[in-house]
């Protein structure tokens, strides 16, 4: 028994304390790094200290996931002020956007970047992730996620570029005009569920053809009148001018 003590306090000494300090180690590197890239890239909209001025509003407590969301989407750095952060090819890569997440997060926490793997999301419940998704983004996003206008030159993009951890961040922090989807309203699983079927949108082909943007029945009808009606109306007028009288 005293053996086995000893063997567990000397395993622990040398295993436990050791792989904590490295990580700490690691974590308090990858913070000073984001510190480097954010007073480069971002405190001037943001302020030195992330408490904001009049060009950017405070980062403290917005949590990784805000970051992550922000720049992995490309909205940030904002080039110029405009109605609304369109989506951009990153300009960080995705080990300086995990350090810059790490510098905002040890200001204050917020909603952490959310963990999702490809088997979360091939196993995720579609038919429940449909039916959040037409309760409470459809209004926005449209019914397949083609993106919609919004009042005052804003609007809700759409959501085929997005991937499965951008779409959980953006319930989690509700970006600009957006409103926030906190765990207790839709849970870390049903959140999978809806990322899961937004994806399957993203994929799904259009059996009748020519899918029109997915706008659904006012450009199918617009078609049909154009090109079927005026179709129907050519054939006729063919027929009255072959007529002999
Ligand atoms: C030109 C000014 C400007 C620069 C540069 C800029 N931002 Fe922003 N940022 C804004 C403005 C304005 C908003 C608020 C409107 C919006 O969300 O689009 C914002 C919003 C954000 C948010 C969302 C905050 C929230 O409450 O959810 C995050 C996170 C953020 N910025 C991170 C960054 C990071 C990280 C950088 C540097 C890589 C950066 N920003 C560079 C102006 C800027
Ligand atoms: C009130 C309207 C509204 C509702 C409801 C809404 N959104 Fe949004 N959403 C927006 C707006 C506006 C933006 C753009 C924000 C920005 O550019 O900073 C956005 C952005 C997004 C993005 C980022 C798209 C990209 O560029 O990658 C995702 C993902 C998203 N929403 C998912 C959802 C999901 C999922 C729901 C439902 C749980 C939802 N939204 C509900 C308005 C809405």
């Not at 369109?86 to 300009?91: G, H, L, M, V, Y």
């Not at 793997?117 to 983004?137: F, M, P, T, V, W």
Request: aromatic share 6%; proline share 6%; charged share 15%.
């Amino acid at each position: 028994m005293a053996l086995g003590l000893l063997a567990t306090g000397v395993l622990w000494s040398v295993l436990a304390p050791g792989g904590n300090a490295a990580s700490t180690a690691d974590s308090n590197e990858a913070v000073r790094q984001g510190r480097a890239l954010y007073l480069q890239g971002c405190s001037t909209c943001h302020g030195l200290g992330a408490q904001g001025s009049n060009t950017g509003p405070s980062l403290i407590g917005v949590g990784s996931a805000a970051v992550d969301f922000q720049v992995s989407t490309g909205r940030m750095p904002l080039a110029a002020p405009a109605a609304q952060a369109d989506r951009k090819a990153p300009i960080y890569s995705d080990t300086q956007i995990a350090q810059l997440a790490a510098y905002i997060d040890s200001l204050g926490g917020g909603p952490a970047k959310p963990e999702v793997n490809d088997k979360q999301i091939s196993d995720a419940d579609l038919a429940k992730g449909g039916e959040l998704y037409r309760a409470n983004c459809a209004q926005c996003h449209q019914a397949v996620a083609q993106g919609a206008p919004l009042t005052y030159g804003k609007y809700a993009p759409a959501l085929t570029e997005s991937t499965a951890t951008q779409i959980i961040e953006a319930m989690r922090t509700g970006p600009e005009s957006m409103p926030v989807f906190g765990d207790r309203q839709i849970d870390e699983k049903d959140a999978v569920a809806v990322a899961a079927y937004v994806k399957h949108l993203n994929k799904a082909k259009s059996p009748g053809g020519f899918s029109l943007g997915k706008y659904g029945p006012v450009p199918e009808g617009l078609l049909a009148m154009l090109v079927g009606i005026g179709g129907l109306l050519a054939v006729c007028l063919w027929i009255g001018a072959r007529q002999k009288v």
